[in-house]
Structure formats: structure tokens, C-alpha cells
């Protein structure tokens, strides 16, 4: 080694690496020089471009959501609120792994299988990117507290106060102002831009009842805040905001006591009652019977609960007063009547003899009475009463098919009554036309005679029946049926444009007369219902086949399965004279109209009218007293 | 005065060349470069604050690094250059001892095997490399003629591809290159013959597609695609690119001002107390502050290369020259990664990124530098 080094050239060396060293520094001077221009480029060239991007990753617009309109009855009692609910939800991007996460939550928060498979289809559902998906709704203040101690271990799971339907009321109104439920899928495809942005804030949409005829109303408009985000999405400030302006406030004309009066004068049993306060058209009471607590429906609903609703041979989600059509029996007769009347077919006091059937003069086929024997000499007045079928199908001949249509026809039969409410039907009042389209027969005078006592083709549903009901009660001034106060009617045609029938004074009095026999006379169907009665009310039976009965067969309500027995209807007003309510109630299979439908008529109608009196009393009493009058009259409007 | 000291200074006597033995000599301190570090570690303890959310935890930590580096740098900065050149080769041996012991009874991170567990002290042999590297090179070249011949770049080549195997791997591909290259940049200073040079690079050259489908892990190839396309995979391998991208251009000419960088305050940017850190910079103090550090380690370069250049000892010099230039690949390397230049590796930014352990690297290898400047004048 020390050979070598007394060998070493060391200026040769030194000059080499002094060389090599200055190739190294210009090496260094060209790179550094490529650095310099790289951030001039960045921060000098290119400065707009991303001064812009880091404030797009800064500011995010956040969508405010609107408070949902309230929905109240006519006395101010609140049917669908917004309660404060604390939600734990999971933004999906932001957390590691889903398991796991859950697997910590669930020391913390108390859930079990069914929330975590709801959970699981929720996230299945189309969403936008970072949407927080619900896992529990409802927390307590306790499993709020334990999820913010641990929420270093929690990445992406959110608790936040969240405004969620409620429907104090439970099952009274499930089927009229129906409810609200996650924004599905199909819903979302459906959006236009318009309507994406205005839901950007709300996760849940009106799907039945009012909540869904109203949305628009209700639902309100959404706001949006600027805010700055870090790159976890945390939100730090808020740098501006539009803020959301709340949905309009429903009020209806329902009245809870009513309502609840009907429902459990229904007591369980398969049904629907409508109640129209004639003055307003306003419905005062709708029930369907059975029915269910649409505040399962809000949340999502679990698979068991919904499989119990939809499985259940009672239909309960089926909305028996606007959906429901039935034969209407005989409770269509007073009309059928006052046609006969206004025709001037028959003379109301020329008695005919009832055999306890009917024929056609070249038929051999007998229409029968429903009483065994006939009712023997019955003019119009005791036909109503005592509702014999025998006159009808003498009255419906003579009328004929074709002005028997036209004449029901203006009382809305076999047409949509325009209620605000979505998904009703309009039931079957048939003619000559209708039957060539739908059955591909021509008309045959039978069919004249079923259709006389509302049999046969005919449907309707209980709201028509009580639309019609009320009209005779308004004498044949239609009324537009509304169950929400402040809102314009859809219908353009308004109600007095329907006004239409030009019947004679005494017409009405006899029709109503004879209908308040029904109740009032000895004799009437409904006297047992309406002997003990404080006011005079006008009433009509009807019962509805479900099976059809052969020529030479007899009714046996006991031969017959219980599903497949009569439906038993009744419509009515009160009082009399001025008439104020009209009522139609249907018990699906009730078998007896006078026996079992009456009753409910009368329960509602009394209801009703002695709130009224109530009301009347105050008024007097306040009129007398001024200063008293504003606290005792609740402002319903406002 | 007295009369010793005024013959020295007398014209035409020793003065010229006694004039280097000053009070700051004598201790081995270089005081032109000890100025330039402390305002570079100044610097980078202001720009810490901002990158580490203006928490004064870090601050104190990196302060504690910082005065334990100087430490360490003054103490190396005594040693002999004679004793060190003769026992150097104990630390390249020791230092390849203990990669293989990683590659045996190693604790891995994130899929790499890199430390050794000293019970509950974490130590990454590699780092001895750092500095083994250059000292073994500088001492065996500095000891054959040079320009060197074929058989001594033969085994010098050995010496370095013995080590960057084993940090290879870890897998460790950005520290196995870096060291490496301080190997080789010696060989080069040495006067490596430019045949030898150009042919070495048109091997690599030829090399490289065989070594993009055989050599490199799926996680390198991610790097090198992210770099070349960071928009095809925003969220994922393309977020720091990015981000970083868009802290830098957003600092504009002044940036945003101290603790006002968006992309780093809402923690936009990833590693920004670390390898990042340049970015910080870059979108607080804008294009200003940038030139402000690269102008601080231009003049610590200089030093470095005056330092390389005036050393009278082959194996002074040849070391000076590979510890700068060492230095200067950090930078390269660091602010080319940052600034969507160069692939993502894990180099931080000398003197200004946090951390200890490279830190402490880095002191010794100034340690040595000021070795190598302060004893200049002692040898023959």
C-alpha cells in the first residue's frame, strides 16, 4: 500500500477532482435551475388554476333541509309533527372497514339485526357520494355521550339531530294523511334537476295519504351553506348560508273527536266511514277500518312488521273510503227515488202491490224482494222506509236505464269526486255505453232493475256514497269534498257550477221525509237506532251482496263463510231540517245495514252535532262577553 | 501583544498559513456553514409550527433533535481524519452486518422490513450506511492511484452493490439508490474514465424494461404511474401529488401567509410536517420563501463544494465531495417528489422536515464535512 502512495501523482489527482467536482456543480446549478423553474411554473403560470381547486377543495355547498309543514285538525290538534331525533349514521367512503366499525358501535349503542339489515338495504339504495345513511334513529342521550367518548375510533360515524315525522295520532289518520318514508330508489331515478336539487337537504318524501298529495306544500324550500371542510370532511365554519324556508302548514277540515268516535264505533270490524260537513264539503271524518301506525313507515319499516300488513287478509293499508267500491244496495234508493219524482215517472202516493218478487213482462226470471213474501202495498214513502225492492224495480224500469244514469250521474256517482287525496277510484254507475265497452253486451232491461236498488254493476265507495248523500242533503247542490282548509280546490269547475238539479220543493221534502222515517217511524228499517234519538236525522240501509244468490236459492247467513256474508252500509244527515252532516258507513260483511252500519251513522252524527251545539253555546256566551271571544275561539286558520 | 505573535504576522512569515488556525478551528467548527444551518434549522422550526397545525409539540421535540444533532455534529467534527479514514471500514462492516440481521429478526411497517428492535428502541441500519458509504469509498480510492483501474472499480462496485442488495431487500428501493449514488459519486470524483461512465449508463438504459416488469414491486410501479398521471386515481395514489400540486400553486408569488395555508391547515395535504413539508412552505410563503431555502442551501452547496475543493487530502476531499453532493440529491429529491417532479420516496427535506433519526444522519455527515474543513492545513 505504501508502494502505491509514493507512486500517487497528488496535483494530477487534485487537478481531476477539481474537474469532476466542477462537472458536479454545474450538474447541481442545471437541476436547482429546474426546480426554480418548476415552482415559477406552479405558483406563477398556473396560480389561478389552483388557487381555484384548493378553494373547490375547501368550500363545500351543503344543503340546508326545510322543516316539514305541520298538519293540523280543525281544532288546531296536530296530526304530524317533527320531533328532534338524534341519528347515528355512517358516511360509508369514510369508513375503513364497515364490520369492524359496526362491531364497536354495537358495545356502545343498543341495536340489533333488524336495524343493522335495514341499514344494510338503505346503503344498497342509490345515494349520493358521502351520504350519511341512518343506522339508529333515536338515541339516547346516554348512547349520544358513549359515541362522542369514542369517537376517535369511529371514522365516518356521525350522530346529528335530525328532524323526523311523527304522527301523534297513530292509527286514526294512517289512511288519509298517510305518511312520509325514505327517499327510495325509484323516487330518486324519477327526480328532475329541479327537483334533485330541492330535495338535496330532505331524505324522506310524502308516500301516502295528504303527505304525498301535498308534498309540494309541505315539503318547503331548501337551503344551502357555504361551508369549509377539512380533507376529512369536517365541517369547521359556516362562510354563508341561504337558509331554508319551512314548508306551508296543513289544516284540516277533520275533527279528531269525530274521527275517533267512528273509528271505535267501529271496533275493529273491517269498515270505512266518511263524514262530509255539508256547508264546506269539508271531510270531517275518514276512517278505515282495520288500520295501522304509519310512524312504522317513517324510519323504514322492518321486514316482519311490513310482512304482517301486507300478509294480513284485513288489508289494513287498503284505503277502504276512497279505494273500497262496494255494491251500494239500497242506500242509493231515496235518489233513485227522487228520480222517479223529478221525471215525473210515477205518482209518490199511487200504491203498488208487492208480492215479494217482480217480473218483466216477457222474462220468466223473478227479481226478488229481499222480504220473504213482499211488503205487500207500498207507495214511495213506505218503500223507502221499509226499503222495498219491489218498487224499485218497478220505479228503475219505468225511469229506464238512460235517464236513471244521468239523473245518479250528477250525483257523482261513477266518477271521481276530485278529493285531495291520491290513488281514489270512482266506482262503476253503468249505462248503455259503459256496459257495450267494458262487458261487450247490449243493455237488457234486467240490468235496469239491478241498477234500480244499487245491485248488480254498480259500485261506489263510501266517499261517494257520502258525497252523494250530502248532496240529496243539500238538495242536489253538489259539494266538492276537501279535507284540507287552505289550500284552492284542484278542480276548476267549482262546486256551484255543479249545481245542476232543478227539483221541485216538495220533491226534496217527501224524500227527506220518507228518509227520516227510516229512522223515526215504527216501521223504518233503522228505528231501533233512531227511536232514541234527540234530533231528527235522515237515513238510508243497504246491503250488499258479495255472493251472488241463485233463483231458487235462499240467503242463509249461516251457510254462508263469514268473508262472504253481506256487507252492511247506511247513509244519513242531520239534523232534518238543516242539515249539516251527511255520513255514509260501510261494515264490510256486517250482513244487517239498519243493525250494523246505523249505529256507527248515528254515533258520528251525534258526535258531531253536539260539538256544534258546544260551539254555539260559546258563542252566545262569548258574544255576550266580547273580551272573552278570542281565547275561546282557536283560530283554526292560523 | 506579544513579540511571538507579532513576528507571525509578519509579511512572508508563517502567517499565511497560520492565519486557518483560528479560536474556531481549533474547536473544528466551519463558521460560514454553522451560520447557514442554524438559520436553515431556524427556518425550518417557523415552517414546522405551521405544518404541524401550530402545535408547539412538535416544535420542542424537533428543538431537542436539533440540539442533539449539533451535539453529535461538533463531536465528530474532532476526530481525527486520519483515525477515521483507518477505521471506517469497521462501520461498513458493522452496518452490513446488522442489514442482514434485518432481513432475519427485522420489524416491518407497511410492508417493508426495515428496523431492528433494540428492546423498544427502533434503529434503522441503513442509516449507518449513510455515512459508512461515503467514508469506506473515499478511504479505499484514496488509496490506490488514481484515476482508478478497472480492478479497483471493480471492487469498489462490490462494495456498494453488497449493502443496496440487502436495503433492496427490505424493500427499500429509494434509500438503496440513494445510497448507492453516495457511493458512486466518489468513484466518479475519482476520476471514473467517462468510457466507463457512458457505457454504465447505456446499460442502465437498456436495462430498465426488464427491471420495470421483473424488479420492481407493484407499490414502485404505482408510484411511477401515479407520478406520471396523479389525475387517474384522485382519492387514492394520486392525493398527495395532488394536493401538493395545489398547495404549491395556491401559494402564488407571497403565499397565504404564516399559518394561513388552506391546504395545510385543513390537513388537505398528507405528511405535511414531514416529507410534504416543502409545501407548507411553498402555499404560506409563496414562491418567495421557496427561493429564500433553496437560496439558503445553494449557499450551504457552495460551502460544501469550497470545503471538497480546497481539502489538500484525497480523502478529505473525495468525502466533502460526497456528503454535499449527497445533501444535494435530498433536496433534488425531496422538492422534485413534492413538487410532482419525481415519484414518490420517502426522502425528507434536509433540516427542515420532522424527525430525529434523519436528522441525526444528517449532523454526522456535517460533522465530517467540518472535520475535513478544519484540519486542512495539518496534513503534508
Known amino acids: 500500500m505504501s508502494e502505491q502512495q509514493t507512486l500517487k501523482d497528488h496535483f494530477r489527482e487534485a487537478r481531476i477532482f477539481r474537474n469532476r467536482l466542477f462537472v458536479i456543480a454545474l450538474f447541481m446549478i442545471v437541476l436547482l435551475s429546474i426546480l426554480v423553474v418548476r415552482f415559477y411554473s406552479l405558483q406563477v403560470v398556473h396560480y389561478n388554476d389552483y388557487v381555484t381547486q384548493s378553494e373547490r377543495n375547501r368550500v363545500h355547498v351543503r344543503p340546508l333541509a326545510p322543516t316539514r309543514g305541520l298538519i293540523y285538525d280543525r281544532n288546531g290538534i296536530l296530526l304530524a309533527d317533527n320531533r328532534a331525533s338524534y341519528t347515528l349514521s355512517i358516511v360509508k367512503e369514510r369508513v375503513g372497514n364497515l364490520d369492524e366499525t359496526l362491531q364497536v358501535l354495537s358495545e356502545l349503542v343498543e341495536f340489533d339485526e333488524g336495524d343493522v339489515e335495514k341499514f344494510h338495504s338503505r346503503l344498497k339504495q342509490r345515494r349520493r357520494p358521502f351520504e350519511a345513511v341512518p343506522l339508529r334513529y333515536q338515541l339516547t342521550p346516554e348512547e349520544i355521550a358513549r359515541v362522542a367518548v369514542n369517537e376517535y375510533r369511529l371514522e365516518g360515524v356521525e350522530v346529528d339531530a335530525q328532524l323526523v315525522r311523527h304522527y301523534p295520532m297513530a292509527d286514526l289518520y294512517a289512511h288519509t294523511v298517510g305518511y312520509v318514508g325514505r327517499i327510495n330508489e325509484r323516487e330518486l331515478r324519477s327526480f328532475s334537476e329541479e327537483e334533485y336539487k330541492r330535495y338535496s337537504g330532505t331524505y324522506t318524501i310524502g308516500k301516502i295519504g295528504l303527505e304525498r298529495q301535498y308534498e309540494d306544500l309541505l315539503l318547503g324550500k331548501v337551503g344551502f351553506e357555504n361551508v369549509e371542510t377539512n380533507a376529512r370532511g369536517r365541517v369547521l365554519r359556516v362562510l354563508e348560508q341561504t337558509p331554508p324556508e319551512p314548508g306551508e302548514n296543513l289544516h284540516l277540515y277533520f275533527d279528531s273527536q269525530v274521527q275517533r268516535a267512528g273509528l271505535e264505533a267501529l271496533n275493529g270490524r273491517r269498515g270505512a266511514i266518511v263524514a262530509i260537513e255539508i256547508e264546506t264539503g269539508g271531510i270531517l271524518a275518514m276512517v278505515s277500518s282495520p288500520s295501522y301506525d304509519p310512524n312504522l313507515f317513517v324510519t323504514g319499516i322492518s321486514h316482519s312488521d311490513y310482512n304482517r300488513l301486507t300478509g294480513s287478509r284485513d288489508l289494513p293499508l287498503f284505503n277502504r273510503a276512497i279505494q273500497g267500491e262496494y255494491p251500494p244496495g239500497s242506500t242509493i234508493k231515496p235518489m233513485v227515488a227522487l228520480g222517479g219524482l223529478y221525471h215525473r215517472v210515477v205518482d209518490p202516493n199511487v200504491a203498488i202491490y208487492d208480492p215479494g218478487f217482480y217480473q218483466l213482462d216477457n222474462e220468466e226470471r223473478k227479481y226478488r224482494d229481499w222480504k220473504k213474501g213482499g211488503h205487500g202495498r207500498v207507495d214511495m214513502n213506505s218503500a223507502i222506509r221499509e226499503s222495498c225492492d219491489t218498487y224499485y224495480y218497478d220505479l228503475a224500469y219505468r225511469s229506464g236505464i238512460d235517464r236513471l244514469h244521468e239523473f245518479g250521474s250528477q250525483f257523482g256517482l261513477g266518477d271521481y269526486t276530485g278529493i285531495d287525496l291520491p290513488s281514489e277510484r270512482k266506482g262503476i254507475w253503468p249505462s248503455r255505453t259503459w256496459k257495450r265497452q267494458n262487458r261487450g253486451l247490449p243493455w237488457f232491461p234486467g240490468d235496469t232493475l239491478n241498477v234500480g236498488i244499487g245491485q248488480g254493476d254498480v259500485l261506489a265507495t263510501p266517499l261517494q256514497l257520502a258525497e252523494m248523500t250530502a248532496t240529496l242533503a243539500n238538495r242536489g247542490k253538489r259539494i266538492q269534498p276537501r279535507i284540507a282548509q287552505n289550500v284552492d280546490p284542484v278542480v276548476a269547475d267549482s262546486a256551484d257550477s255543479k249545481m245542476l238539479l232543478d227539483v221541485a220543493d216538495g220533491h226534496w221534502n217527501y224524500i227527506f221525509n220518507a228518509m227520516s222515517e227510516v229512522m223515526h217511524h215504527p216501521r223504518g228499517t233503522a228505528y231501533r237506532v233512531g227511536r232514541d234519538m234527540s234530533f231528527k236525522m235522515a237515513g238510508k240501509s243497504g246491503t250488499a251482496q258479495v255472493v251472488g244468490i241463485a233463483q231458487d236459492e235462499e240467503y242463509d247467513s249461516d251457510a254462508l263463510s263469514e268473508r262472504n256474508r253481506d256487507h252492511a252500509l247506511f247513509v244519513g244527515f242531520a239534523p232534518l231540517n238543516n242539515p249539516k252532516i251527511a255520513v255514509a258507513v260501510i261494515v264490510e260483511n256486517g250482513e244487517g245495514g239498519s243493525s250494523e252500519a246505523a249505529p256507527v251513522v248515528r254515533k258520528v252524527v251525534e258526535t258531531y252535532l253536539a260539538i256544534e251545539e258546544e260551539k254555539a253555546r260559546q258563542q252566545i256566551s262569548s258574544d255576550k262577553n266580547p273580551t272573552e271571544k278570542q281565547q275561546e275561539l282557536p283560530g283554526v286558520n292560523g | ?380
Not at chain 2, 476520476?191 to 426488464?210: D, E, T
Not at chain 2, 413539508?277 to 421557496?290: R, T, W
Open chain 2, 1 to 380: 501583544m506579544s513579540t511571538a505573535d507579532f513576528l507571525r504576522r509578519l509579511p512572508g512569515s508563517s502567517w499565511d498559513v497560520q492565519r486557518q488556525d483560528t479560536f474556531w478551528s481549533r474547536i473544528h467548527i466551519d463558521l460560514p456553514l454553522l451560520v447557514l444551518l442554524l438559520a436553515l434549522t431556524g427556518f425550518g422550526l417557523v415552517v414546522l409550527y405551521s405544518a404541524g397545525g401550530a402545535d408547539i409539540h412538535y416544535i420542542k421535540r424537533q428543538a431537542v433533535f436539533f440540539a442533539v444533532g449539533y451535539c453529535v455534529m461538533f463531536t465528530i467534527a474532532q476526530f481525527n481524519l486520519s483515525f477515521l479514514e483507518r477505521w471506517c471500514w469497521l462501520l461498513y462492516v458493522a452496518g452490513v452486518g446488522l442489514l442482514a440481521a434485518v432481513l432475519v429478526v427485522g420489524v416491518g411497517a407497511k410492508g417493508a422490513q426495515r428496523w431492528l428492535d433494540l428492546g423498544g428502541f427502533r434503529f434503522q441500519p441503513s442509516e449507518i450506511l449513510k455515512l459508512a458509504m461515503p467514508l469506506t469509498i473515499s478511504m479505499y480510492l484514496s488509496r490506490r492511484m488514481l484515476p482508478p483501474r478497472f480492478k479497483h472499480i471493480f471492487f469498489t462496485l462490490v462494495l456498494v452493490i453488497i449493502p443496496s442488495v440487502l436495503i433492496l431487500k427490505q424493500p427499500d428501493l429509494g434509500t438503496s439508490l440513494l445510497i448507492a449514488m453516495s457511493g458512486l459519486i466518489v468513484l466518479f470524483l475519482s476520476g471514473l474514465p467517462w468510457r466507463y461512465i457512458i457505457s454504465a449508463l447505456g446499460l442502465v438504459l437498456a436495462s430498465a424494461w426488464p427491471a420495470w416488469h421483473f424488479v420492481l414491486h407493484d407499490y414502485q410501479r404505482t408510484r411511477i404511474l401515479t407520478l406520471l398521471n396523479p389525475e387517474a386515481d384522485k382519492l387514492g395514489a394520486g392525493w398527495n401529488i395532488i394536493q401538493s400540486k395545489t398547495a404549491i400553486g395556491s401559494g402564488g408569488i407571497t403565499g397565504k401567509g404564516w399559518l394561513n395555508g388552506t391546504q395545510s391547515q385543513l390537513d388537505f395535504l398528507p405528511e405535511s410536517h414531514t416529507d410534504f413539508i416543502i409545501a407548507v412552505l411553498a402555499e404560506e410563503f409563496g414562491l418567495e420563501g421557496v427561493l429564500c431555502l433553496l437560496g439558503l442551501y445553494i449557499l450551504v452547496l457552495t460551502r460544501g463544494v469550497m470545503i471538497a475543493a480546497t481539502s489538500q487530502k484525497t480523502f478529505g476531499r473525495l468525502l466533502a465531495g460526497s456528503i454535499t453532493f449527497t445533501l444535494f440529491v435530498y433536496i433534488f429529491v425531496n422538492i422534485g417528489m413534492v413538487s410532482g417532479l419525481l415519484p414518490v420516496v420517502g426522502v425528507p427535506l434536509p433540516f427542515v422536515s420532522y424527525g430525529g433519526t434523519s436528522l441525526l444522519t444528517l449532523m454526522m455527515g456535517f460533522g465530517l464535512l467540518m472535520a475535513v474543513a478544519t484540519q486542512r492545513r495539518k496534513e503534508p
